[in-house]
């Protein structure tokens, strides 16, 4: 209990006074971080009449007549939510899969085999993390036009299979966590390598797979600079292509419906956020610390 | 030590890597190879796929580089973007160590952290391009939520956020700020958390106050993870693009062009100059490569290079003795 005599010594007046002034700044970040959104969600249930009188009431007469008319004017115009969703979450999810299953085989083969390229090969995926895809694109867009590839949301898919940023991250995990005893014993009871990675490694990984899978997922579906270059077919956009249209001058007049387009677009990631928000947040201070 | 039956198993090695490999050279490594010879060459015009090196129509070779080191624009998004990146870097670090003292401090015990962090990260989850667009709406003109929030504080009318170049600067800098203050500061906090309690009790028992133990403790412990925080912030920063360039585009003189958006006009709108954007990519690519190389160069691991060298000087040591 030799805690307690520090703690009494050090309880005095400017110690509650910080405290205070770290509540009030902590809840004034809370509210600039929240703001943005609740005035999305807010507007989405206003009229464009209810919001030229004001955009900060919260309320609003008839709150779902008007979110069902928001919705009939987006959908009249270009920006198709339905269908946005769907090419996104084709996209997110096959190359989340992919990103995870291969980023894992990779580490695999870099941590538990003796190679002769081994230590070259590692070295090269800490190096290619600095490649921008800036530096990529005007070559693969023009490897993708002359296959006649564009719109094709394959192409934005394939590439995940090689993420060096996943690599690192399932190595360092694996190099922690992999004891070759249990490989060892696989291969005594006649398992094949490919079965060992499947049936053993990758269950092993869960965790760090779960965790590389939400940025994974996350970081796919906000992507915005590929898709835009690559997706020309309005019935191909993804979400975040389709929303640039929102600023564009068919919908100037309709504020409702703008905001109630750039609701869909992140209700997903809200959803996803509220019940992963911890192990995400964890996740973040993981991949930061490992690095 | 090496394991005969390890031996035995490398050809795995070099099957499990070959889907990352080939997936890697078709569409990573050609594309960079591809874009750097681009960078020599003519082409331009959309859709347009023959080309041919400069010397060979009666330029010089490194035309494209000259002119767009040479282009007013390129100056004016390069600048932009390092001004816009300053900005939001320097209070984004400055309010996510304030956050990590206060949330990390054993003295005072703040209750919430948690959920404090759990809404700063909030806005680096969603969709960039959504945020931009929102922040738009929030600052438009003549109405928007910042207005009424002004014209509610009594300024006599609206404001045109669009209406300067400075506004816009700093807009975008702000929701760079927004999205990626709490990223940080999570970080840091798990720096923090990651130190022994020792050394803090330590510096208690010498009669540290909070002020010493923050700048002449946690700081130093951090400073890796500091220097990480700014390689991925710097190699994003320069990188910039979807905000800027759906918050205002190109409009007001240019005020939120960014690099990258240089990039993409140049090679995917007006005269579909190919060319021009590769060699301006290659320029980036170079500064970026330049400015990380020095930045890892102090962030290495100095007692794993150590380590290494001795463990190297061991093995070397044990083969004469056999």
């Known amino acids: ?291 | 030590m090496r394991n005969k039956k390890l031996v035995n198993y490398a050809k795995f090695g070099y099957l499990f890597s070959i889907p990352f490999i080939l997936t890697f050279c078709i569409f990573t490594l050609y594309p960079v190879v591809y874009t750097l010879v681009i960078g020599f060459t003519d082409l331009k015009g959309a859709g347009n796929t023959s080309w041919h090196f400069l010397p060979a129509v009666g330029k010089n070779l490194f035309t494209n580089f000259t002119d767009v080191l040479t282009s007013k624009t390129f100056h004016k998004a390069f600048g932009n973007t390092w001004i816009i990146w300053i900005i939001n870097f320097i209070p984004q670090i400055g309010f996510a160590l304030l956050f990590t003292a206060w949330f990390t401090d054993r003295r005072s015990k703040v209750k919430g952290t948690g959920l404090f962090k759990i809404l700063f990260y909030m806005p680096n989850i969603i969709t960039a391009a959504t945020i931009a667009i929102l922040f738009t709406k929030l600052f438009g003109y003549p109405k928007g939520a910042v207005n009424d929030i002004l014209l509610a504080f009594g300024r006599p009318q609206a404001y045109n956020f669009e209406s300067n170049e400075w506004p816009v600067k700093l807009i975008v800098a702000f929701i760079q700020f927004f999205q990626w203050y709490g990223h940080t500061m999570v970080n840091l906090t798990a720096g923090v958390i990651g130190i022994s309690p020792e050394i803090f009790e330590a510096a208690e028992i010498d009669g540290a106050n909070r002020a010493q133990t923050f700048f002449k403790v946690t700081i130093p412990c951090i400073r890796q993870i500091m220097l990480f925080v700014l390689v991925t912030s710097l190699i994003g920063g320069l990188n910039m693009f979807d905000i800027p360039q759906l918050y205002i585009s190109t409009r007001c003189n240019n005020a939120g062009l960014t690099t990258n958006m240089y990039i993409r006009n140049q090679a995917f709108a007006g005269s579909y100059m190919y060319n021009r954007a590769a060699a301006a990519s290659v320029i980036l690519f170079i500064v970026i490569v330049a400015l990380s190389s020095i930045l890892f160069y102090i962030l290495r691991d100095k007692d794993e290079a150590k380590l290494k060298k001795l463990r190297k000087q061991e093995l070397k040591a044990l083969k004469k003795g056999y």
């Open chain 1, 1 to 291: 209990m030799s805690d307690n005599t520090v703690k009494a010594s050090s309880i005095r007046k400017n110690d509650i006074g910080l405290k205070v002034v770290i509540y009030v700044v902590s809840i004034f970040f809370s509210i600039m971080t929240l703001f943005p959104f609740v005035m999305m969600i807010a507007n989405s249930f206003k009229s464009t009449f209810e919001i030229q009188q004001s955009t900060l009431t919260l309320w609003s007469a008839h709150p779902f007549q008007n979110l069902a008319r928001n919705w009939q004017i987006i959908n009249s115009k270009d920006f198709h939510p339905m269908t946005g969703f769907l090419n996104s979450f084709i996209v997110a999810t096959c190359s989340t899969i992919l990103n995870v299953y291969f980023s894992s085989l990779t580490a695999y083969a870099i941590t538990a085999y003796e190679w002769k390229l081994r230590e070259a090969f590692s070295s090269m995926i800490i190096a290619i993390m600095m490649i921008p895809t800036t530096v990529t694109t005007i070559g693969f867009y023009q490897m993708v036009y002359k296959l006649g590839l564009t719109n094709k949301l394959s192409m934005l898919i394939i590439p995940s299979i090689a993420v060096p940023m996943t690599v690192f991250f399932m190595r360092q995990y694996l190099q922690a966590s992999l004891s070759m005893e249990i490989v060892q014993s696989a291969r005594i009871d006649g398992a094949g390598e490919f079965r060992i990675f499947n049936q053993i490694v990758v269950p092993l990984m869960k965790p760090a797979i779960a965790t590389q899978a939400i940025f994974g997922y996350v970081g796919s579906w906000n992507n915005l600079f590929m898709p835009l270059i690559l997706l020309t077919d309005k019935n191909k956009k993804t979400l975040p292509v389709m929303v640039s249209l929102l600023n564009g001058d068919i919908y100037k007049k309709e504020y409702g419906s703008v905001y109630l387009g750039l609701l869909i677009t992140v209700l997903p990631l809200i959803v996803v956020y509220a019940f992963l928000s911890r192990y995400i947040v964890e996740g973040v201070a993981l991949g930061g610390v490992k690095s």
